[in-house]
């Protein structure tokens, strides 16, 4: 069936439009135009063969015409133009065919009646009422004429039979032509509605998450400014000691420290939401790149009381965007500094593998959970702390999982033994 249905599907979009390019209203304008040319196609030869010559003349009048509108529309993509033009044409070669073929004896208020049923679909709802009273008025005044001036009308039927032939044939392709345009818009309905549904809760999910973001980060931001409070507010009230002042003021300064690390991915994201992501893939020296990074964490790490070391291989080169590169590390060495206790050791390698370039950075932390193992790379906030209560709001793995995906490498996370955890990333190596 799906061997069956891929042709099928690339033959419909041929024919009435890729839904890329073509809106839903226009598709099922080039549909509806398809489905009449099917049936005033085969009214010419029937109304020939019937004994109708004159109505065989103007439905292959219509037929051109209806080409034209079709081309236009298809292939021109002038979609009111064709709706308006093809709409006017239908209802006026109806009126003429009424009066070449029976008048209301014959088929042609069938025809009325689809004609309105395909303009109703292809038309603005605001404009419904005005071709509803256009169809009526129409209908009226041909049903008025021949009912005054009945010598209007031609008796084009050479037996009885010929009557309900084409009334039957008529009623059959009306029917058929409107079970058939109410099956698509439907199907085209639930599709459509399918897809907006699934942008709708898609669009919930990213908002419920961007709020809790924010409202993490507004309570996040109290902390520091209320350490810097307090600091500014005992030295105006407490004369304090030099010693007491040092050591203040090394505790803001990594507090600060922190939290600016913490707007910075704020930034970063915030900026990516606004602007998408923009990467200038490049050959970076791994070495030249993350080495700065190691060192302006070498301070904090020691504060803590854990080894930061590093086996970086200096002539191996990736392709990677510079910037992402150092953001993705510096974010994976402030979580292991946060997570990993006093006495503890981080280490950060990298090392070539098959065609790409790995770095590994590793601690003897207190590892992850199990159940916060599925959701470490996503927004999905998690508020956690470090050993030392640092605060932390999810945000950095989740903007080193969306750097690595633009440099077109991996992200994941191993469990250490018997603690601690290793994160690897992994790029191309620079030919």
């Known amino acids: 069936m799906k061997n069956l249905s891929d042709p099928l599907k690339r033959l419909l979009s041929f024919l009435i439009g890729d839904p890329q390019i073509f809106t839903l209203e226009h598709r099922i304008f080039n549909g509806i135009n398809l489905l009449g040319l099917l049936i005033i196609g085969y009214n010419i030869p029937f109304n020939y063969l019937t004994g109708l010559t004159i109505s065989a003349y103007i439905f292959a009048l219509i037929f051109l015409f209806l080409s034209g509108v079709y081309y236009l529309s298809r292939y021109k993509q002038k979609l009111n133009a064709s709706i308006t033009i093809s709409s006017i044409l239908i209802n006026v070669m109806f009126a003429v065919n009424y009066f070449f073929s029976s008048g209301i004896q014959g088929a042609s208020l069938l025809s009325f009646t689809f004609s309105f049923f ?23 005044g041909l049903i008025t004429t021949e009912f005054y001036f009945p010598q209007s009308v031609l008796d084009v039927y050479p037996q009885r039979e010929d009557i309900y032939i084409d009334m039957g044939s008529t009623y059959l392709f009306t029917i058929t032509g409107i079970f058939a345009g109410a099956i698509y818009m439907k199907r085209a309905y639930y599709e459509e509605k399918k897809k907006r549904e699934e942008k709708t809760n898609v669009l919930e999910i990213l908002n419920a998450e961007k709020s809790k973001l924010f409202s993490i980060i507004s309570h996040d931001l109290r902390n520091p400014l209320a ?14 000691e030099e010693k007491e002042k040092t050591q203040i003021e090394s505790e803001l300064l990594y507090v600060v420290n922190n939290t600016q690390e913490m707007l910075t991915n704020i930034l970063l994201w915030s900026k990516t939401q606004l602007d998408g992501l923009v990467v200038n893939l490049t050959p970076v020296n791994v070495s030249d790149a993350i080495m700065p990074i190691i060192q302006l964490n070498r301070s904090a790490a020691s504060k803590k009381g854990i080894s930061l070391q590093h086996n970086i291989d200096t002539s191996m080169s990736a392709l990677a965007d510079v910037n992402m590169l150092q953001l993705i590390v510096r974010n994976l060495i402030g979580n292991a500094t946060k997570f990993t206790p006093a006495g503890g050791n981080i280490s950060v390698q990298s090392f070539p593998s098959g065609d790409d370039c790995v770095i590994v950075v590793s601690d003897s ?13 996503s927004l999905k906030v998690r508020s956690t702390f470090g050993t030392e209560n640092e605060k932390g709001i999810g945000l950095g793995l989740f903007l080193c999982k969306e750097y690595t995906n633009a440099q077109q490498g991996r992200i994941w ?6 603690k601690g955890s290793s994160f690897y990333l992994s790029l191309p190596l620079a030919n």
């Open 118 to 140: 395909l303009i109703m679909l292809i038309t603005p709802s605001a404009q419904h009422i005005g071709w509803l009273l256009f169809n009526l008025l129409l209908v009226a």
């Open 227 to 240: 350490s810097i409070q307090s600091y500014l507010q005992l030295l105006q009230d407490i004369p304090l």
């Open 365 to 377: 932390g207190s590892g992850i959970t199990a159940a916060g193992k599925d959701d470490i790379f």
């Open 413 to 418: 996370h191993e469990d250490n033994e018997p």
